[in-house]
C-alpha cells in the first residue's frame, strides 16, 4: 500500500522488551548530581561514625582516685591520686558496670565489685591475699563484712539511675555510688577508716560508658564517690538518626527529576498514599495490588521502627514522635482509602452489570 510508512529491516526482529527499554528516559544531570552527593554523603558518614567510635575505644581508659596509694607502683601511670597516706592499710577497689538494658522497661545498672588488699592491710602469714583484720564496705545503703585471714569475695548489685529513656536515642542515664571502707568494726561503730583506691570501668554494647571517681572529704580516703553516665554509642544514635529520617520529606532532592518520577517517589509511605489520593480525587478503581501493598507496608513499619537497637519496646519515644506514628498515619489511611474505594467501586459495578 502506497504512502504507508514500513518499519525499519533492524527493528522489525527486536523483541518489544527491548524496545520499551530503549524508549525509558536517560539519566539526567540533576540525577546524576543526587546519587554522587548521596553516596558521598554516606561515606563521609560512616567514616566519621567509624573514626568517632575508634577513638571511644581508645580513650576508654580507666579512671582512679585512691588516698594514700602509690598507684604509678600499680602500672596505673594515668590515675589520679592522692598522698594523704603512702604505707598504710588501703583496699583496692575495682568498680564494673556489666548489665544494663532500658529497652526492657528498667533503667538500674549492674554494678560488680572486686577487691583487694593492699599494703600493711594485706595478712603476710597467709598464702593467699587476705586482709589481716575484718573489713567493713558500705556501698551506698548496703553493709557488707569481710572476716580476716579469708579471701574477699567479689559482690553484685544494682543501682537504679537517673534517666528518661522516652528521650531514645539521645537519653542520658546517671547515677552516684559512693563506697564506705572501715577495719576491725565493733559492735556499736563502723571502725577506723581504710584508705582506697577505686579502679572503675565498664563496657556495654551499644552504649557510651564515662566514669569519674573523687575521694570525699573529710573521710580522709575512706569514702569514694563513683559517678557512672551512661549514653548511647554515636553508632547507634547514627543508625536511629537515619531510620527516623529516612521517611521525612527530604526537599534537597534536585527540581530538575525527570517527570517521570515525582518526589513522592522517593519514600515508600509518602508513595502510596500519594497513589491513595490519586485513585480517590480522579475516581478510578483501585487494584488489588495497591491495596496488598499498602497493607503489607503497614504491618511492615513496626519492624522497621523496632530495628533501631536498643528502643524501647513500647513506643512513645522521642524518634516516634518524629518518624513513625505519621507514617503509620499515612500508611494506614492510603490502606482505609484503597479499601473502601475497592468495595464501592465494586458494588457499583455490580449493580450496573444487573441493570443491564
Same mark, same amino acid.
Not at 35 to 57: D, P, R, W
Not at 235 to 247: E, K
Given at each position: 500500500?502506497?504512502?504507508?510508512?514500513?518499519p525499519h529491516p533492524r527493528t522489525q526482529s527486536l523483541p518489544?522488551?527491548?524496545?520499551?527499554? !530503549?524508549? $525509558?528516559? !536517560?539519566?539526567?544531570?540533576?540525577?546524576?548530581?543526587?546519587?554522587?552527593?548521596?553516596?558521598?554523603?554516606?561515606?563521609?558518614? *560512616? #567514616?566519621?561514625?567509624?573514626?568517632?567510635?575508634?577513638?571511644?575505644?581508645?580513650?576508654?581508659?580507666?579512671? #582512679?582516685?585512691?588516698?594514700?596509694?602509690? @598507684?604509678?607502683?600499680?602500672?596505673?601511670p594515668d590515675a589520679t591520686t592522692f598522698t594523704n597516706w603512702t604505707d598504710g592499710p588501703a583496699l583496692e577497689v575495682l568498680f564494673t558496670v556489666d548489665t544494663f538494658d532500658p529497652s526492657k522497661g528498667t533503667t538500674?545498672?549492674?554494678?560488680?565489685l572486686d577487691y583487694q588488699p593492699l599494703n600493711d592491710l594485706v595478712d603476710e602469714t597467709q598464702a593467699l591475699i587476705a586482709p589481716a583484720v575484718p573489713v567493713r564496705l558500705l556501698l551506698q545503703s548496703v553493709t557488707s563484712n569481710f572476716a580476716a585471714n579469708t579471701i574477699m569475695p567479689s559482690t553484685t548489685g544494682t543501682e537504679r539511675t537517673d534517666g528518661d529513656v522516652n528521650r531514645y536515642p539521645f537519653d542520658v542515664f546517671t547515677v552516684d555510688y559512693t563506697i564506705y571502707a572501715f577495719?576491725? &568494726?565493733?559492735?556499736?561503730?563502723?571502725?577506723?577508716? @581504710?584508705?582506697?583506691?577505686?579502679i572503675s570501668t565498664g563496657s556495654i554494647q551499644g552504649f557510651k560508658i564515662d566514669t569519674t571517681v573523687t575521694g570525699q572529704d573529710p573521710f580522709d580516703?575512706? #569514702?569514694?564517690?563513683?559517678?557512672?553516665?551512661?549514653?548511647?554509642? &554515636? =553508632?547507634?544514635?547514627?543508625?536511629?538518626?537515619?531510620? =527516623?529520617?529516612? &521517611?521525612v520529606p527530604t526537599p534537597f532532592i534536585p527540581a530538575g527529576l525527570p517527570l517521570t518520577r515525582t518526589r513522592s517517589d522517593v519514600v515508600p509511605e509518602r508513595a502510596i498514599f500519594?497513589?491513595?489520593?490519586?485513585?480517590?480525587?480522579?475516581?478510578?478503581?483501585?487494584?488489588?495490588?495497591?491495596?496488598?501493598?499498602?497493607?503489607? @507496608?503497614?504491618?511492615?513499619l513496626p519492624n522497621v521502627r523496632n530495628s533501631q537497637p536498643g528502643i524501647p519496646a513500647t513506643a512513645?519515644?522521642?524518634?516516634? $514522635? *518524629?518518624?513513625f506514628f505519621w507514617n503509620l498515619l499515612l500508611v494506614a489511611t492510603s490502606a482505609i482509602s484503597l479499601l473502601a474505594n475497592f468495595v464501592v467501586k465494586n458494588g457499583r459495578g455490580k449493580e450496573a452489570a444487573a441493570k443491564v
Open positions: 500500500m502506497q504512502g504507508a510508512s514500513l518489544s522488551s527491548f524496545l520499551s527499554l !530503549h524508549k $525509558m528516559p !536517560h539519566l539526567n544531570g540533576p540525577w546524576l548530581s543526587f546519587f554522587t552527593v548521596s553516596i558521598a554523603v554516606l561515606l563521609t558518614l *560512616v #567514616a566519621i561514625v567509624g573514626y568517632e567510635s575508634f577513638l571511644e575505644g581508645v580513650n576508654s581508659q580507666d579512671k #582512679a582516685a585512691g588516698y594514700g596509694v602509690n @598507684l604509678t607502683a600499680l602500672n596505673d538500674s545498672i549492674g554494678i560488680h577495719t576491725s &568494726p565493733g559492735n556499736g561503730s563502723y571502725g577506723a577508716p @581504710l584508705p582506697m583506691t577505686v580516703g575512706s #569514702a569514694v564517690l563513683v559517678h557512672v553516665e551512661i549514653r548511647r554509642s &554515636p =553508632i547507634t544514635q547514627a543508625f536511629s538518626i537515619i531510620v =527516623i529520617l529516612g &521517611p500519594t497513589a491513595a489520593m490519586s485513585v480517590y480525587f480522579r475516581e478510578r478503581k483501585a487494584e488489588l495490588p495497591l491495596i496488598a501493598l499498602s497493607t503489607a @507496608l503497614l504491618f511492615a512513645g519515644t522521642i524518634s516516634d $514522635m *518524629v518518624g
